[in-house]
């Protein structure tokens, strides 16, 4: 979960309507067969419950994005796999609960599992919890592939949100098929357009996003 600083920021909330902000869709409409498990929908996560402004296991992204990763799925079912979405565009106030609880450093339920060697309160320092986040920018997502034969994910060294070096793109301390499999979703998601976020393996922004300085604020529904 990569987070970047912007000079501009709009928020913006269409809590009031029922239909997503321009630009946005759900990307199961143009990828009906891509995996969905948003984990920030679940207490399956670094804070242990459920995130605000999340109330459907539905998958948003910015049209843009959208059609960019239906050619990464695309590619990957030519090889038997399929993509697995972890999380997407994720509303503001989402952050803001994470900001709130990295500063509560008496909350460690889940420290063991997600950041067992990171103290708290150096996780704004480490940059793994900021103010702002690209995927409320709409064109970020955090991702796995797993395989159409066994339904499984495939081997990454680590696990998602795993706080921590074994999460770095380049770490070398795994084996050589975790490596060959960061190495594929690394290739296929930078061929279409996205770059990469080195301290995560699974965490992409879109080159040509079409909102770099908008943070918004809808929720997830």
Same mark, same amino acid.
């Given at each position: ?53 999340? #109330? ?6 910015? $049209? ?19 993509? #697995? ?17 990295? #500063? ?7 420290? $063991? $599992? ?108």
């Amino acid at each position: 979960m990569k987070f970047k600083f912007s000079f501009l920021l709009l928020f913006i909330s269409t809590s009031a309507f029922s239909q997503l902000p321009k630009e946005f869709v759900y990307v199961s409409d143009i990828i009906p067969d891509i995996k969905i498990e948003l984990r920030y929908f679940t207490p399956n996560n670094f804070v242990g419950k459920p995130i605000e402004g999340y #109330k459907a296991d539905k998958l948003i992204l910015t $049209q843009h994005a959208t059609q960019a990763l239906k050619l990464v799925q695309d590619e990957l079912e030519t090889k038997g796999y399929c993509l #697995k979405i972890f999380d997407a565009y994720r509303p503001q106030r989402a952050v803001n609960q994470f900001m709130r609880w990295a #500063k509560d450093l008496s909350d460690t339920i889940n420290k $063991q $599992q997600f950041y067992p060697n990171v103290k708290k309160k150096d996780l704004f320092k480490e940059e793994y919890i900021a103010t702002r986040s690209g995927h409320s920018r709409g064109s970020t997502l955090d991702l796995t592939i797993t395989d159409n034969a066994t339904d499984e994910e495939l081997d990454m060294g680590s696990p998602y949100d795993f706080f921590g070096e074994a999460s770095w793109v380049n770490y070398k301390a795994i084996t050589d098929q975790q490596k060959a499999n960061r190495e594929l979703l690394q290739t296929i998601m930078i061929k279409h357009g996205f770059r990469n976020y080195p301290k995560e393996w699974w965490h992409f922004t879109l080159n040509s996003e079409p909102f770099p300085d908008t943070y918004f604020d809808f929720v997830v529904e």
